[in-house]
């Protein structure tokens, strides 16, 4: 062991004193360990704070946001000054052995390198959040470059603690992963897929945060909340959450409702089966009737009526007037009222249209109140709707009850067309 500088100086303090050598030795210890406390309680306390309430000052708003991150990085930074003070100081404050003193320099020199590669993870979560608070971030999400970077950068930190633990040159440890190549291509598949995955996905902007999107293959339906190297998590519209892997968004299909959000509306496309048994050729006076029960003539143009025209016909221009007219719907996009293929369970009448609100309870109340008027208004043009009949087919009629109203077909409704 030999003595220090510190050692030298202090050493007049203990000629008088039994063991002046150990004693000499610990005070100057006891300095350097007081002078690292300082330097870290000052820096962590003092000086970081004061530079960060300086520079929140010039955007309360914006770096305000960040706070946490800056108090973390001043942790960091703190830590590494110490690292950097001990290993300066080492041979002036320390008088240890030469087996001790190469022990606690490697240490020293690995702790450094922790501190120095969590400093750039934290520079990097910085400028990830302040990237994310700009108008676009949400259309290019730049999460799975970010978790790229801060694993490239704890890969070289561990190799560079490696080739310090054992006196070789980092190339040489970067030579031997030519023999391990397979094993880290296999064991880093799905973080190199997920990464190939990311930039296509920002590139092309195929998801991003908030995003509600479809991927039946895993269950998922809901909105994306975190979009990672790895996996993109989805929470479900039951809150439950689901995991996907990155690169399967690329590799397979799944549909993002993004565009009907940005729209100007939200299809409606449901479709009502009426019994064809109570279609038929219409008289002026059935269609007498049909106008004493509803205002047709609000909703259909009487004069551009072919002749002879059916009931469904009727229904058919009726329910379309009546979505054109209806304040909800956006009578801008596509909007018609069409026959399907007939089917052994009646003709499909099928409503497509877009509604201006795109909610989703705002939605199904919509085409809830759609389909109901227009299952009420079936019987006042003499048509039923198609349905399986189980069960009692004649319930007794609760009190109170008021019954359906009904338009009653006059026999001679149906006309000859010839």
């Known amino acids: 062991m030999t003595n220090t500088h510190i050692q030298e100086l202090i050493a007049p303090w203990f000629e008088n004193v039994p063991d002046a050598a150990f004693f000499s030795a610990l005070t100057a210890t006891a300095i ?11 820096t962590r306390r003092l000086m970081l704070p004061g530079i960060q309430k300086v520079v929140t000052k010039l955007s309360p708003e914006r770096i305000g946001a960040l706070s946490p991150m800056l108090t973390k990085l001043n942790k960091r930074i703190a830590g590494l000054l110490c690292c950097v003070l001990f290993l300066a100081t080492f041979d002036s404050f320390y008088p240890v052995g030469e087996l001790a003193a190469e022990i606690l320099k490697t240490i020293g020199q ?18 990830a959040a302040i990237y994310n608070q700009l108008d676009f971030a949400r259309e290019v999400p730049i999460q799975g470059l970010v978790q790229v970077v801060k694993l490239i950068t704890f890969i070289v930190c561990g190799i560079l603690i490696v080739s310090i633990v054992l006196e070789k040159s980092p190339t040489y440890i970067l030579s031997g992963f030519g023999a391990i190549a397979a094993v880290t291509l296999l064991v880093f598949k799905d973080t190199i897929l997920g990464f190939v995955a990311s930039i296509q996905i920002a590139a092309n902007r ?16 809901g909105e994306v909340i975190d979009l990672g190297l790895n996996t993109v998590k989805v929470r479900n519209w039951d809150n439950t959450i689901t995991t996907i892997p990155t690169y399967m968004l690329v590799a397979g299909s799944f549909k993002n409702w993004r565009g009907m959000q940005e729209s100007g509306g939200r299809r409606i496309k449901r479709s009502l089966n009426i019994d064809m048994n109570s279609i038929c050729l219409v008289n002026d006076e059935f ?6 029960a509803i205002p047709l003539h609000e909703y ?18 009726y329910a379309e007037g009546y979505l054109k007219q209806h304040s909800k719907i956006n009578s801008s996009l596509t909007l018609m009222v069409r026959e399907l293929q007939p089917l052994n369970h009646g003709l499909p009448i099928e409503f497509y249209c877009f509604s201006e609100d795109k909610r989703w309870i705002s939605y199904e109340h919509l085409q809830a109140e759609i389909m109901d008027h227009l299952l009420a208004v079936l019987p006042i043009f003499g048509l039923r709707a198609y349905q399986s009949v189980s069960g009692q087919l004649s319930p007794p009629t609760n009190a109170g009850q008021t019954e359906k109203p009904s338009i009653k077909v006059p026999n001679n409704a149906v006309q000859d067309p010839h």
Do not use: K
């Open 300 to 317: 259909i143009r009487v004069s551009a009526l072919p002749e002879p025209v059916s009931n469904l016909g009727l229904f058919r221009r």
């Open 206 to 221: 195929l998801v991003t945060y908030g995003d509600w999107i479809q991927v039946d293959n895993y269950g998922a339906d």
């Open 287 to 292: 269609r007498a009737q049909i106008d004493a």
């Open 32 to 42: 350097g360990i007081c002078s690292l406390l300082v330097v870290y309680l000052f």
């Open 110 to 127: 690995a702790l450094l390198i922790i501190y120095t590669g969590f400093i750039i993870s934290s520079i990097v979560s910085l400028a």
